[in-house]
């Protein structure tokens, strides 16, 4: 198992006030070429038998820092606009392109879903249901499958150890561990993944 970290759907390297500590590149076009492709290569790693990407807390994130850079009176507290969804919308797009690009088309793709946060204070859970419920439309446009993981933890947030959004080892990353394997045997079971009519 390989896990690329991105920085959310950020679209450009010029933006020195998003997260100005965190090592770049920042965008996941450059992150592939330049970072995960070549320690996949070094490693001599193949192509992956299953990838399950997902995109949301850290554009929640940018579009607040952004609107505080531009001193924008819409704040990170405001639900996102149709401007700020349609964006992360064709971001989500470009993302799925660049993984076909790279591994074609017969290798499946999944998305996982939003879990909640802890509270919903500065409507934080509100802006995280916006981009998941776009997520979830352009998954079932392109065909693309849904790893629910988060649709599993109603009631569980008394087990995040930033008291934010992070999950601390315990029955729910077993759970996403359990439901990975899960769904990695059957994209690599012969016509499983095609043939198979399934909605979980």
Request: with cysteine; glycine share 6%.
């Amino acid at each position: 198992m390989v896990n690329w970290f991105l920085y959310g759907m950020v679209d450009s390297e010029d933006f020195g006030w998003f997260r100005n500590t965190e090592e770049r590149p920042i965008t996941f076009e450059k992150r592939f070429d330049e970072v995960m492709i070549p320690l996949m290569r070094q490693e001599k790693l193949r192509n992956p038998d299953l990838i399950i990407e997902t995109s949301l807390f850290w554009d929640d994130n940018f579009f607040d820092i952004r609107s505080k850079h531009m001193n924008s009176s819409h704040s990170g507290s405001s639900p996102l606009t149709y401007s700020e969804i349609n964006w992360h919308r064709s971001r989500v797009h470009a993302l799925i392109a660049k993984t076909r690009q790279l591994y074609g088309v017969k290798v499946p793709i999944m998305f996982r879903t939003r879990h909640l946060r802890k509270d919903n204070r500065w409507n934080r859970v509100l802006r995280i249901f916006q981009l998941d419920q776009s997520v979830r439309a352009i998954a079932e446009e392109l065909g693309i499958k849904l790893f629910d993981w988060g649709g599993n933890l109603e009631g569980q947030t008394d087990m995040f150890y930033d008291d934010d959004q992070h999950f601390k080892n315990g029955p729910a990353t077993w759970l996403a561990g359990d439901m990975m394997l899960f769904y990695l045997k059957r994209a690599v079971t012969a016509g499983c993944w095609q043939c198979h009519q399934w909605r979980d």
